[in-house]
T-cell receptor, first 114, second 113 residues
Framework: NAGVMQNPRHLVRRRGQEARLRCSPM?????VYWYRQLPEEGLKFMVY????????ESGMPKERFSAEFPKEGPSILRIQQVVRGDSAAYFC????????????FGDGTRLSIL | DQQVKQNSPSLSVQEGRISILNCDYT??????FLWYKKYPAEGPTFLIS?????DKNEDGRFTVFLNKSAKHLSLHIVPSQPGDSAVYFC???FGAGSYQLTFGKGTKLSVIP
């Protein structure tokens, strides 16, 4: 499967725990994006990364959320001390370099906070 | 503050007929528009895009029309098939150097056999 791979597909955490979401981009894609979707809403941009660099994190909450895309391995979205309001579907997308290149999405991680 | 609006939450169309999904935007700085289709429990799938320098782009059964003066775009699906039943999202991005997509809330299309 050459598509964007996200894991886990479902993640359940208790309030105060950490959530770690992983994303492997499509082969040949060097740009990774994270979006969050709340129920009955559209996807909301969180962060855009290239290898070892955060390019745009204007959509990330200022506290508890962080993202990385290391030289080796998948991109990670980390949420510390989760709260009920963090329950959502988190989607990762990737694209090739260049203007106008469409973003291709993974199937998402459904995060539920107990 | 919704910058990309899809005012119809749902749409039902008979198989074989045309489906028209609409999208309005408020920010004239958007220069590139995309449509995505999403099935339940899956990620959005890219369908078709259009640059602001064009007013039409066609790919098989899918055509996107852009009316810049009205800040309006539409996706036409002809002929509609039951497999087209899904939620359709309109997305937009700003000019050169921007990669952030701004999404509408989606329109659920049901194609009735």
């Amino acid at each position: 499967n050459a598509g964007v791979m996200q894991n886990p597909r479902h993640l359940v955490r208790r309030r105060g725990q950490e959530a770690r979401l992983r994303c492997s981009p499509m082969k040949g894609h060097s740009h990774v994006y994270w979006y969050r979707q709340l129920p009955e809403e559209g996807l909301k941009f969180m962060v855009y990364l290239q290898k070892e660099n955060i390019i745009d994190e204007s959509g990330m909450p200022k506290e508890r959320f962080s993202a990385e895309f290391p030289k080796e391995g998948p991109s990670i979205l980390r949420i510390q001390q989760v709260v009920r309001g963090d329950s959502a579907a988190y989607f990762c997308a990737s694209s090739q370099q260049g203007e106008g290149q469409p973003q291709h999405f993974g199937d998402g991680t459904r995060l539920s906070i107990l | 503050d919704q910058q990309v609006k899809q005012n119809s939450p749902s749409l039902s169309v008979q198989e074989g007929r045309i489906s028209i999904l609409n999208c309005d935007y408020t920010n004239s700085m958007f220069d590139y528009f995309l449509w995505y289709k999403k099935y339940p429990a899956e990620g959005p799938t890219f369908l078709i895009s259009i640059s602001s320098i064009k007013d039409k782009n066609e790919d098989g059964r899918f055509t996107v029309f852009l009316n810049k003066s009205a800040k309006h775009l539409s996706l036409h699906i002809v002929p509609s098939q039951p497999g087209d039943s899904a939620v359709y999202f309109c997305a937009a991005k700003f000019g050169a150097g921007s990669y952030q997509l701004t999404f509408g809330k989606g329109t659920k299309l049901s194609v009735i056999p």
